[in-house]
């Protein structure tokens, strides 16, 4: 049974740029999260996808935007990259909307130079 | 102030010793909440949930004090391989998962 699988788990990128990061939920789950995690600090919830759909969005700029796939897979996408947007983006899995229990990714680590 | 305040540590433990960390939240409504243990550039992974006045699980004990909105966590009889950051979670009613910063913990031999 395959786990939450997250791609890639490193890369850097230059100011300005444009990144994409790929989540596959664990198997049997619809819903995906995507976090955000600085360095020293808990992680700060992004959005969630269910049904395809953005169903609850955190307090992060627009250019900060997501999909979720037919068979629940999930993209982060981040424009205009900052040097601020540094940091471990976390990818979680559940069932039926967010109520159950969270099942993390191993991460991608982004550096903004 | 944040929704969820911990003292990010570190405690430094010897193995073996009782330690007790604590976790406040500032929504009243929140439903719902977890301890998660992270180890360093790992992902967060679930070790307790505390839904109504505590829980244990095995060397693991967790409270809730609704009155003072706080929960705590106890490890009892610790391990090297507890060390660890512990992360404290209020879930709010539209089941969004606010987190606290996290609490690392150091056991010495």
């Known amino acids: 049974d395959a786990g939450v699988t997250q791609s890639p788990t490193h890369l850097i990128k230059t100011r300005g740029q444009q990144v994409t990061l790929r989540c596959s939920p664990k198997s049997g789950h619809d819903t995906v999260s995507w976090y955000q995690q600085a360095l020293g600090q808990g992680p700060q919830f992004i959005f969630q996808?269910?049904?395809?759909?953005?169903?609850q969005r955190g307090n992060f700029p627009d250019r900060f935007s997501g999909h979720q796939f037919p068979n629940y897979s999930s993209e982060l996408n981040v424009n205009a990259l900052l040097l601020g947007d540094s940091a471990l983006y976390l990818c979680?899995?559940?069932?039926?909307?967010?109520?159950?229990?969270?099942?993390f990714g191993e991460g991608s680590r982004l550096t903004v130079l | 102030r944040k929704e969820v305040e911990q003292d990010p540590g570190p405690f430094n433990v010897p193995e073996g010793a009782t330690v007790a960390f604590n976790c406040t939240y500032s929504n009243s409504a929140s439903q719902s909440f977890f301890w998660y243990r992270q180890d360093c550039r790992k992902e967060p992974k679930l070790l307790m949930s505390?839904?109504?006045?505590?829980n244990e699980d095995g060397r693991f004990t967790a409270q809730l004090n609704r009155a003072s909105q706080y929960i705590s966590l106890l490890i009892r009889d610790s391990k090297l391989s507890d060390s660890a950051t512990y992360l404290c979670v209020a879930q709010t009613s539209n089941y969004q998962l606010i987190w606290g910063a996290g609490t690392k913990l150091i056991i010495k031999p």
């Open positions: 505390v839904y109504s006045s505590g």
């Open positions: 979680a899995s559940s069932l039926g909307g967010g109520s159950g229990e969270l099942f």
């Open positions: 996808y269910y049904e395809e759909e953005e169903r």
